[in-house]
């Protein structure tokens, strides 16, 4: 039990914001199939603005480790930019999906 509580505690938020054209490449569907190989939890989802928000919860090192892997799944010339930002966790996610 202690193991899951100090978990619980060493996971943070972070959030991404893609720029386009990152829409209509099966982006969302590359981000949920990396993270299936990552201990992270969180959502994926299309902007009205054209963007894709990433929000996923873990450890940092892991989310890092996911961030890159998302660049090297063959989606990195999609992206144009990303916006970061980081935040304490709110452990709301159970799994990792794509929003509609």
Same mark, same amino acid.
């Given at each position: 039990?202690?193991?899951?509580?100090?978990?619980?505690?060493?996971?943070?938020?972070?959030?991404?914001?893609?720029?386009?054209?990152?829409?209509?490449?099966?982006?969302?569907?590359?981000?949920?199939?990396?993270?299936? @190989?990552? %201990?992270?939890?969180?959502?994926?989802?299309?902007? $009205?603005?054209?963007?894709? /928000?990433?929000v996923?919860? =873990?450890?940092?090192?892991?989310?890092?480790?996911?961030?890159?892997?998302?660049?090297?799944? @063959?989606? %990195?010339?999609?992206?144009?930019?990303?916006d970061v $930002?980081?935040?304490?966790? /709110?452990?709301?996610?159970? =799994?990792?999906?794509i929003?509609?």
């Open positions: 039990m202690w193991h899951i509580a100090r978990t619980m505690v060493n996971r943070t938020r972070m959030q991404i914001y893609y720029s386009r054209p990152v829409q209509g490449v099966g982006f969302r569907y590359t981000v949920k199939s990396v993270a299936n @190989g990552f %201990e992270v939890t969180g959502t994926v989802r299309n902007m $009205s603005d054209g963007r894709v /928000e990433l996923a919860e =873990g450890a940092k090192d892991e989310l890092r480790a996911f961030s890159q892997a998302i660049h090297q799944s @063959g989606l %990195e010339h999609f992206i144009q930019n990303e $930002s980081w935040a304490e966790a /709110e452990n709301e996610f159970r =799994g990792f999906e929003a509609r």
